[in-house]
Nanobody, 125 residues
Framework: VQLQASGGGLVQAGGSLRLSCAAS????????VGWFRQAPGKERQFVAG????????SYADSVKGRFTISRGNAKNTVYLQMNSLKPEDTAVYYC???????????????????WGQGTQVTVSS
């Protein structure tokens, strides 16, 4: 499964962006998917995850109430809607997909099997 992340850019604090993760394979529609981010000099961290059926979602505490992960109607795309952006949200954002292991969402990097190339999000103050 090849993943393509897009939608990053430069935005002012308080603004919004929507990231997209598009997959080359239809099996993506039933795989758990996660978004991670890595800021300069920091380790990659979990941002949000969605379960295989699109029902279960989870978020890092730092983005709860501001970010929303969802599956597109075509099912081969997962979105990350980011509102009320803060300068500390600046990072390279990666999407990832996992083989099904158990129900729910996966927050651990080690559970993911496929990774996109990343898209830069920069939030100016």
């Amino acid at each position: 499964v090849q993943l393509q992340a897009s939608g990053g850019g430069l935005v002012q604090a308080g603004g919004s962006l929507r990231l997209s993760c598009a997959a080359s394979d239809r099996t993506f529609s039933v795989l758990p998917v996660g978004w991670f981010r890595q800021a300069p000099g920091k380790e990659r961290q979990f941002v949000a995850g969605i379960g295989w059926n699109g029902v279960s979602t989870s978020y890092a505490d730092s983005v709860k109430g501001r970010f929303t992960i969802s599956r597109g109607n075509a099912k081969n795309t997962v979105y990350l809607q980011m509102n009320s952006l803060k300068p500390e949200d600046t990072a390279v954002y990666y999407c990832a997909a996992a083989h099904f292991r158990y129900g729910g969402t996966y927050s651990s990097e080690s559970l993911y099997d496929y990774w996109g190339q990343g898209t830069q999000v920069t939030v100016s103050s």
